[in-house]
């Protein structure tokens, strides 16, 4: 039966304890764990087991903070390209078997993502869980300025990418329309500087706006996300009713007091590390998971031709500032050097953390999300808090803790299994045997070829 199943001889990783378990079996009935125990194989039929091999076992990962409609920012053409719509299908793909299981999607458009959902429910694509905010709120000159706004047609067929608000009447219709159409969370931005010294001025939402757009998603109940990467103006988000903040500080280190009211605020923090790595790479033709990367086999899987070219292109001429649109070489690489401090103080007074990727950003390709939790093991996590971060801490954010997050009967049985032990060595995450996704097993080497697999790991053994 579809998505039934008993894996033997594997581990299981608790992310109450922190730890894995002796050898066991689990069982997985109608896409659901419903029970591990020892390790004997009973079983009338052999067809619905799968042995683990001795391997351990993770919670799919959850992705709290990606943008499956990239990568979308050529500097050269900002129009809407039939490539864009085929290259959401690989993304998706090639993040299911990297072991995402479940995304929080913070910038879509919402006629398109529902066609994907619908396309992995009937398994046309495959492709992790989608959870999405749709498009963001915004005003007119507001942020994402990299991101014009589409011909209305565009707009009709697929969606909006950002909803630019005419007045704060509008609010309540907006949300109202969002929730209709399935959105899970609404995001919103607030931001005092740009990430470019060159670009233009951008609009701000007004603070009584992004009140009343708490106010109308928490009435319908969406949770509100807040993009915000700045020590400047960190205590007016303090003051909004918002329930996840993204992104880290780029512009300087979190005062003490500053740390202390977000964590007294108990919300998550989605700090999303890899991508300010990535856009700070100085050389990212030297680089694994860049420049020799994207001429691999793995990387004709996971793009495009004509992205891929785009990206090819970015990472031979790197600095040049054509390429630096979302963030210039003096903010990334200052960002990344301070979110070490950042998200030290964060950890060390104990905020609430989640796993965000921002996979989609053009430096930032899906293939690699999880090196997130590298980043974060770099940054003074041990690694079982990072695959807490990874799992459990990302089903909460997405309010779905009682079914996703970890291997307990009951919940939907998406799970990862590695080949070695990720506790040891957290980059074992990479070394994925099979990715089950509602009790359906995946398997990356029959997917996409052993070796290409390994090669988009990254590990060679
Ligand atoms: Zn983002």
Same mark, same amino acid.
């Given at each position: 039966?579809?998505?039934?199943?008993?894996?033997?001889?594997?581990?299981?990783?608790?992310?109450?304890?922190?730890?894995?378990?002796?050898?066991?079996?689990?069982?997985?009935?109608?896409?659901?764990?419903?029970?591990?125990?020892?390790?004997?194989?009973?079983?009338?039929?052999?067809?619905?087991?799968?042995?683990?091999?001795?391997?351990?076992?993770?919670?799919?990962?959850?992705?709290?903070?990606?943008?499956?409609?990239? @990568?979308?920012? *050529?500097?050269?053409?900002?129009?809407?390209?039939?490539?864009?719509?085929?290259?959401?299908?690989? *993304?998706?793909?090639?993040?299911?078997?990297?072991?995402?299981?479940?995304?929080?999607?913070?910038?879509?458009?919402?006629?398109?993502?529902?066609?994907?959902?619908?396309?992995?429910?009937?398994?046309?694509?495959?492709?992790?869980?989608?959870?999405?905010?749709?498009?963001?709120?915004?005003? %007119?000159?507001?942020?994402?300025?990299?991101?014009?706004?589409?011909?209305?047609?565009?707009?009709?067929?697929?969606?909006?990418?950002?909803?630019?608000?005419?007045?704060?009447?509008?609010?309540?219709?907006?949300?109202?329309?969002?929730?209709?159409?399935?959105?899970?969370?609404?995001?919103?931005?607030?931001?005092?500087?740009?990430?470019?010294?060159?670009?233009?001025?951008?609009?701000?939402?007004?603070?009584?706006?992004?009140?009343?757009?708490?106010?109308?998603?928490?009435?319908?109940?969406?949770?509100?996300?807040?993009?915000?990467?700045?020590?400047?103006?960190?205590?007016?988000?303090?003051?909004?009713?918002?329930?996840?903040?993204?992104?880290?500080?780029?512009?300087?280190?979190?005062?003490?007091?500053?740390?202390?009211?977000?964590?007294?605020?108990?919300?998550?923090?989605?700090? @999303?590390?890899?991508?300010?790595?990535?856009?700070?790479?100085?050389?990212?033709?030297?680089?694994?998971?860049?420049?020799?990367?994207?001429?691999?086999?793995?990387?004709?899987?996971?793009? %495009?031709?004509?992205?891929?070219?785009?990206?090819?292109?970015?990472?031979?001429?790197?600095?040049?500032?054509?390429?630096?649109?979302?963030?210039?070489?003096?903010?990334?690489?200052?960002?990344?050097?301070?979110?070490?401090?950042?998200?030290?103080?964060?950890?060390?007074?104990?905020?609430?953390?989640?796993?965000?990727?921002?996979?989609?950003?053009?430096?930032?390709?899906?293939?690699?999300?999880?090196?997130?939790?590298?980043?974060?093991?770099?940054?003074?996590?041990?690694?079982?808090?990072?695959?807490?971060?990874?799992?459990?801490?990302?089903?909460?954010?997405?309010?779905?803790?009682?079914?996703?997050?970890?291997? @307990?009967?009951?919940?939907?049985?998406?799970?990862?299994?590695?080949?070695? *032990?990720?506790?040891? *060595?957290? @980059?074992?995450?990479?070394?994925?045997?099979?990715?089950?996704?509602?009790?359906?097993?995946?398997?990356?080497?029959?997917?996409?070829?052993?070796?290409?697999?390994?090669?988009?790991?990254?590990?060679?053994?």
């Amino acid at each position: 039966m579809v998505g039934s199943l008993k894996i033997i001889n594997v581990r299981i990783f608790d992310v109450f304890s922190g730890q894995f378990s002796e050898l066991g079996a689990l069982e997985i009935k109608h896409g659901i764990f419903s029970a591990f125990k020892n390790n004997q194989a009973q079983s009338k039929s052999q067809q619905d087991i799968l042995d683990g091999q001795g391997g351990y076992l993770i919670p799919g990962l959850i992705d709290c903070h990606c943008h499956i409609l990239g @990568t979308f920012a *050529n500097p050269e053409d900002t129009k809407f390209h039939l490539w864009l719509i085929k290259q959401v299908r690989n *993304n998706l793909r090639v993040m299911l078997l990297a072991g995402v299981t479940a995304i929080r999607d913070m910038l879509a458009p919402i006629n398109l993502i529902n066609s994907y959902r619908r396309k992995i429910y009937k398994s046309k694509v495959i492709g992790p869980r989608i959870f999405t905010a749709g498009p963001m709120f915004s005003v %007119e000159n507001g942020y994402p300025y990299f991101l014009p706004s589409q011909p209305w047609v565009v707009n009709k067929a697929i969606g909006q990418l950002r909803w630019e608000l005419k007045s704060e009447s509008d609010i309540p219709r907006a949300v109202l329309y969002l929730k209709k159409k399935g959105v899970n969370h609404i995001k919103i931005y607030r931001l005092h500087q740009q990430l470019t010294e060159e670009a233009k001025p951008v609009s701000e939402i007004p603070l009584p706006w992004l009140l009343k757009i708490c106010d109308a998603a928490h009435a319908m109940d969406l949770p509100v996300a807040c993009h915000h990467s700045f020590v400047k103006g960190f205590r007016e988000i303090l003051e909004l009713p918002i329930d996840t903040l993204e992104h880290l500080a780029v512009d300087g280190i979190y005062s003490d007091q500053d740390v202390q009211l977000f964590k007294a605020k108990n919300i998550y923090l989605i700090p @999303t590390i890899k991508v300010m790595y990535d856009a700070a790479v100085e050389d990212p033709r030297q680089e694994p998971f860049f420049g020799e990367w994207l001429k691999s086999p793995a990387a004709r899987q996971a793009f %495009e031709p004509v992205p891929r070219r785009i990206l090819l292109d970015l990472v031979a001429d790197r600095w040049n500032p054509k390429y630096q649109t979302i963030v210039s070489k003096n903010i990334a690489q200052h960002g990344y050097k301070i979110s070490f401090d950042n998200f030290r103080k964060m950890h060390q007074a104990g905020v609430k953390m989640a796993m965000g990727t921002d996979s989609g950003v053009n430096v930032c390709f899906f293939p690699h999300a999880p090196r997130e939790l590298e980043h974060m093991v770099r940054f003074g996590m041990s690694p079982a808090e990072a695959l807490r971060t990874g799992t459990i801490n990302g089903a909460e954010v997405i309010g779905l803790s009682d079914r996703l997050g970890s291997i @307990t009967p009951g919940k939907w049985a998406d799970c990862v299994l590695l080949r070695d *032990n990720p506790l040891e *060595n957290i @980059t074992r995450i990479y070394d994925i045997q099979y990715v089950i996704k509602n009790g359906i097993v995946y398997d990356p080497v029959v997917e996409l070829q052993r070796d290409v697999t390994l090669k988009m790991s990254g590990l060679v053994r």
